[in-house]
């Protein structure tokens, strides 16, 4: 019998194994993050939305759901050329995005844009990733609404589609329910070949096809 | 609690949502691999190696350790251009995946190989992802033999470096302590940013920096 978050704990170890050059910001970030409970992806799914930026070597990154800059971070820390579109409700969270990455020198490769994650993406064309860490309710709706504005070959990432393993049971509320929908969409679509990762709370990393 | 198998189960059953085109050989495969319990990476994983070479887009692939080619099916599937060497010490394993990849229309990016494929590797330069599922206990000796063959931003992927879960055990047996040592120099090397990916009994996934 093996526990999910014991097999997290063992990866987390690893992660700090690794030197990496912004230490010390992204110690504070995390820090600030346990402080005030703050839902940012943590240290395996960041260093995984590096390793799949490095990869996808992306001109446009959209992210729906920024909080204070983690993630945005890893996204744009691994771009050799392109931008990070940031987007959230709180003019708060985006102030200290702004401070937190260009503390990393990194605020030239990013947008910060207050409002609605998914209205502001809808303005962009040829998104090459796009990432979900809005309303989990809304996963579904929103890729219904954004699919056209992805590239051709491009990803889209959602955070939190394990949903603390709620998505396991049977008799689920409704934010649930739209999170096992959303999952299910992205499996059956022919539009996308999904995948869901089982780093934190579930990463569900699609390509368009 | 959350269970490490449950999670498992539930993407299983998502994965199956998907519509692939040689689901038959694929279900052959499986089933193969189930009746003699010949131990294939199984369908999440390498749907997950599926979206890694897309985004790659590799030239060269190696893989060491091939058994009847169920990884490869997945990587030389999601080639553009470029090839897959494959090998391994069996020389049935080998005309199992020639007739499988025949099977599937992939016959012509492959390479079968028969012997030690650490050996076999060495002959090439500039691999774009080398894969290992050989004897685990050989991991490290392996990528120390072998990194100066990965290309600059090439990967290594490596299987069942979560083994059994036995690597989140304090004392351990030598093969789980050569596991464990693997994933340590991977994560703390400077030479590769590195990623232990959940899936089923673990992949390392590292890109060479
Ligand atoms: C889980 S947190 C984001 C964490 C961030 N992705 C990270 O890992 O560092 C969710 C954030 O999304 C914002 N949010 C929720 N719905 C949104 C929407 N529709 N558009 C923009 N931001 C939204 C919230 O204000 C909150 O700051
Ligand atoms: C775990 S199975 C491979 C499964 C295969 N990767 C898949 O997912 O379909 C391991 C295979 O590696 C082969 N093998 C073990 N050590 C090897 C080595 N040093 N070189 C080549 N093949 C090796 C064994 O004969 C066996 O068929």
Chains 1, 2 share one sequence.
Do not use: C
Not at 71 to 92: M, R
Not at 151 to 166: E, P, Q, R
């Amino acid at each position: 019998m093996i526990l999910f978050e014991d097999i997290q704990r063992y990866i987390d170890k690893l992660n700090y194994l690794s030197k990496v050059e912004d230490e010390e910001i992204l110690q504070h970030m995390e820090n600030y993050a346990q402080k005030v409970g703050f839902p940012i992806v943590g240290r395996s799914v960041g260093r995984f939305l590096y390793l799949i930026t490095k990869l996808k070597n992306p001109k446009l990154i959209v992210e729906v759901g920024s909080g204070y800059g983690y993630s945005a971070y890893w996204f744009a820390k691994a771009l050799s050329s392109g931008k990070v579109v940031l987007t959230d409700y709180s003019q708060d969270n985006l102030e200290m995005a702004k401070d937190f990455l260009s503390g990393a020198g990194l605020i030239d490769k990013v947008e910060l844009r207050l409002g609605n994650g998914v209205e502001i993406a809808k303005e962009y064309k040829n998104i090459d990733i796009l990432f979900f860490d809005h309303e989990k309710a809304k996963y579904l709706d929103s890729i219904l609404i954004l699919k056209d504005n992805l590239s051709s070959g491009g990803l889209v990432i959602a955070d939190n589609t394990l949903w603390h393993g709620k998505v396991l049971e049977e008799d689920v509320d409704k934010q649930t329910r739209k999170i096992k929908e959303f999952n299910e969409y992205m499996f059956s679509s022919q539009e996308f070949f999904t995948t869901l990762i089982p780093l934190r709370d579930g990463l569900l990393v699609a390509i368009k096809v």
